[in-house]
T-cell receptor, first 117, second 109 residues
């Protein structure tokens, strides 16, 4: 149990275009979802926290108009990178916390590698 | 500020034991996690400590001392597949995860 999927697993896009990444909890209801970004050889950096049905809370330095997060249901959250630029190329990982398992545990998706050319 | 320190890189030999240390300074404490992350993959959960002491799970053990702001992950009988980054993360008073930069563990035959 407690499986989180992400789609796509990798994407290449041209500079200036937008990319949407989906994060789904497959067998549990995710009341809270987290979006992380990880650059090569660096640790995870939390971008935002989203609770179902409410606006996401963004970390300092993360542009909310550039990284649009929607958590419309208890099983789906989306991250849209708008007007992507090469510096947005990174590994994006979502995690979910909900009614499955201990309250403290986050379950991670497999990640999405974004390359902006 | 909030800070988690762990060594950047460690090298060990197959079959040996290695201890990866983590020290933290956070606003509040609601538990400490260790995750394993292979290159290009998402982290996978290894252990969770909220009380002082040692938690053993197979070849992996994790220790916590809250008074010292210190934890370690102990890996026994190292295998080549244990080559990965090991991430220490602490849940603060707001139940937010604060991540360390990770320790890259290199296993040599």
């Amino acid at each position: 149990g407690a499986v989180v999927s992400q789609h796509p697993s990798w994407v290449i896009c041209k500079s200036g275009t937008s990319v949407k990444i989906e994060c789904r909890s497959l067998d549990f209801q995710a009341t809270t979802m987290f979006w992380y970004r990880q650059f090569p050889k660096q640790s995870l950096m939390l971008m935002a926290t989203s609770n179902e049905g409410s606006k996401a809370t963004y970390e300092q330095g993360v542009e909310k108009d550039k990284f649009l997060i929607n958590h419309a249901s208890l099983t789906l959250s989306t991250l849209t990178v708008t007007s992507a630029h090469p510096e947005d190329s990174s590994f994006y990982i979502c995690s979910a916390r909900g009614d499955q398992g201990p309250d403290y545990e986050q379950y991670f998706g497999p990640g999405t590698r974004l390359t902006v050319t | 500020g909030q800070n988690i320190d762990q060594p950047t890189e460690m090298t060990a030999t197959e079959g040996a034991i290695v201890q990866i240390n983590c020290t933290y300074q956070t606003s509040g404490f609601n538990g400490l996690f260790w995750y394993q992350q292979h290159a290009g993959e998402a982290p996978t959960f290894l252990s969770y400590n909220v009380l002082d002491g040692l938690e053993e799970k197979g070849r992996f053990s994790s220790f916590l001392s809250r008074s010292k702001g210190y934890s370690y992950l102990l890996l026994k009988e190292l295998q080549m597949k244990d080559s990965a980054s090991y991430l220490c993360a602490v849940t603060d008073s707001n139940y937010q995860l604060i991540w360390g930069a990770g320790t890259k563990l290199i296993i040599k035959p």
